[in-house]
Every structure is written in C-alpha cells, then in structure tokens.
C-alpha cells in the first residue's frame, strides 16, 4: 500500500468506527425505574431493558451504573431476539432478596434461557445466601436455594470480570450450552456453605474457563454428564471440593464426559484436587480423553482422586457397581503437599476397571515426605514418583 492509500484508509476506518457505534444502542436500567439504594426490588427495570436490548435489531448494552439493585428474581429470555450481540456491562451490584426463601424453591436467580451472542463484563452479584447455609447446616428442614446464575440452551456466551458471592446453590451454571468463555471470574462463598459450586457444567461443548478465582463450599467446577471440550487453566481453587468430573452415573442412560482439560491449576486447603467421581450402580456414561497438568497442591487432603463407589456421608448408597467406563485419563506435572497421606488414590469399578491411566511427573509429599498411593481395578503407566520410567500400572 503507498502513503497515499494509507493516507485514505485512516479516515476510512475511522468512520467505520463511528458508523459501528451510531448503530450500536444503550439502555440504562436507572431509566426504566431500577433504584440504587438496593430497597425497593428492580426486577421488572432489568426485564424492560431487557426487551428493548432484545428489539433492537443493532447491537445493544444494558448497563448497570454503580449502587446496589435488588432484583427478586429474572428470566430472560433470547428466542425472539432481533440480534445476536447484547452486551450487560455491571458497574454496581446485583442483590438478591435476603429471605431466602423468596427465591429458595425457584432454582434460580438470574436465568438466561436460549440466548445467544450475550456478554457480561463486570459486576457483583450477591446472592446473600448465608442465611440458607445456616439453616442446612442446623439440620432443619429449608429449601433447597437458587443458582445464582444460570444458562440454558444458550450459545456464544462472554463472561469477564464478573464476582458471583455468597450463592445460595450453585453460583453459575451453563447447561445445554455452546461456545462459552469465562475470564477473570470470581466466586466466593464460605468454605462450610453447602452446594455452592462455583461454575457447573453439563451438556455443554466448547466451554473455556481461564484466569478465575474460586473459593466455595462444594466444588470449585464441576463437570456433568454431556460435557465435551472443556479448557480450564489457571484457576485458584480454595477452599472448596476441588475440580470434579461428576458425580456421574445416576442415571442408566447418560451422556459420557470427554476432551477436558485442566492445567495451570492451584488447590490451596481443599478436600480434593483432580477428581472423578461416579455412583456404584449401572450406567450407560463414559469418562475418557482427560488430562490434568501442571497442577499444583497446597495442603489438599486427596490431591489425585478416582472414586466410583462416590456416596457422600454413606447415605442411601446403592451399593452396586459402577458402569461408567473410565479411560485415557493423564496426570502431567502434578506437584505440592497432601494433607493425607494417600495422596493418590483410584478406587475403580470391579465391573469397568479404569484403563489408560497415565501418571508422569507426580511429585506430591506428605509431612516432608514421599506421599503414598492407593489402586483398586485400574492400569496404565506411571513416569516419575510412582515408579520408574515405563512402570505398568496394574491394581486388581
């Protein structure tokens, strides 16, 4: 290109700049009545920006001006959406009701249902659910809570810079979904706050959840049945119940679980680290194409953990053998301290042993020493700590 092309092609783009954001439309939610002080609920404010956003055949944002809006619950709803790109940028914070029990047997707080093209960036959403926590750990009878945020049926969906704190159930959850990016997530909940997982995926492919930090009572991110091309890496998990495909098998006919991967992780004080985790009972479900690398553990009671006799508190156990089929799963790198001393443990299926189990390069300790492994029904290989170069993996 010579100068003088170069010269024409800067106003050029320059005007297609400004042609892009004449068509490009906002709506404050303050406009349509959402008051700040966090007092008066603005749910039906968010529905209409919403709507607007929604007709819009031009690319629209919802913005959310800093304050705190109570919102008693949403749905929105994207299957009559004259575009594919809406924007919700959160300068404020999102609350839910702090009686739990006005959202506590709805499901969910804020649910996105057969959206596609959304963005959020930014934000605060608190769920206030310590209310319910308490009242499940007294061991009376509650409801059950509300996702703070969920997806459905939803496609080409951008998270960045959003906090999700103090869920009453889970924080975010995406099933059915498809091309989904999370960055710079945070989640925070207390680490006795029961069913809090910080980010649950099922049925969904080509999720990628990357620089987020997530500190909870259940499990940092949980992985269902239906999950294929999962990227997780540098994530902090702590405290929480690690990063766990399943629990898998409760039902016969399930979808299996395939191409995940996890690197570049933390566990500080978790009760896991990588685990998998199926019901002993007959199930169609599969596990295979996993890899775990680069993985460091700090203090985590069972940093390296296949259970398929998964029961928690030994209540209404099946007792039954697992059918979910479980192979190719590799451990690369995977270092730092247990705070038990197996700190590898795989207790697979008499029925579907565990096959293809690669270990390499683990070095995990125990009170300054080498800590030590448990095999029931698994093979493969082992590179590293747990034998010598090449050693087979066999435990009956």
């Not at 809406?86 to 009686?99: E, F, H, M, N």
């Not at 579907?352 to 189990?357: H, K, V």
């Not at 493969?380 to 090449?390: D, E, F, M, N, V």
Request: proline residues 4%; positive net charge; hydrophobic residues 35%.
């Amino acid at each position: 290109m010579n100068s003088k092309m170069r010269f024409l092609a800067i106003p050029f783009l320059f005007f297609s700049f400004l042609l892009s954001a004449a068509k490009s439309v906002t709506y404050n939610v303050q406009s349509y009545g959402a008051k700040s002080h966090g007092r008066s609920d603005s749910t039906n404010s968010f529905l209409s920006a919403w709507a607007a956003a929604c007709a819009s055949v031009a690319p629209a944002t919802i913005y959310v001006p800093p304050g705190r809006f109570l919102v008693g619950g949403a749905s929105f709803w994207g299957q009559n959406c004259k575009n594919n790109a809406i924007t919700i940028r959160i300068d404020g914070t999102l609350v839910a009701p702090s009686d739990y029990n006005v959202l506590g047997h709805s499901g969910n707080w804020l649910k996105f249902e057969t959206v596609n093209g959304l963005s959020i960036y930014g934000g605060t959403l608190d769920g206030q659910g310590t209310g319910l926590w308490a009242c499940k750990n007294s061991g009376k009878h509650c409801p059950q809570g509300a996702t703070t945020l969920g997806f459905t049926n939803s496609n080409n969906i951008a998270i960045a810079g959003l906090t999700s704190l103090n869920s009453q159930l889970f924080h975010l959850v995406f099933n059915g979904c498809n091309t989904v990016k999370l960055q710079g997530v945070k989640v925070s909940a207390a680490g006795n706050s029961p069913n809090t997982d910080g980010i649950h995926v099922q049925y969904s492919s080509g999720v990628t959840i990357l620089n987020s930090k997530i500190s909870t009572g259940d499990d940092c991110v949980s992985i269902g049945p239906g999950t294929t091309s999962l990227w997780i890496e540098n994530v902090l998990c702590g405290p929480g119940h690690g990063i766990s495909i399943g629990s898998l098998g409760k039902d016969f006919e399930e979808e299996g679980v395939q191409n995940v991967t996890v690197k570049n992780v933390t566990f500080k004080n978790t009760q896991n680290g990588v685990r998998i985790k199926s019901w002993g009972r007959p199930s169609k479900g599969f596990v295979k194409d996993v890899l775990f690398q680069h993985a460091t553990m700090i203090n985590v009671q069972n940093p390296i953990i296949i259970d398929q006799n998964y029961c928690p508190d030994n209540i209404n156990c099946p007792g039954q053998v697992s059918g979910i089929k479980i192979n190719d799963v590799t451990y690369q790198d995977i270092h730092g301290t247990s705070a038990t001393e197996i700190a590898v443990k795989f207790d697979c299926s008499k029925k579907n042993p565990c096959s293809g189990i690669r270990l390499e390069d683990v070095k995990l300790t125990y009170k300054n020493q080498p800590a030590k492994s448990s095999c029931a029904n698994a093979a493969g290989t082992t590179l590293g700590l747990l034998g010598p170069a090449g050693t087979t993996l066999a435990c009956g």
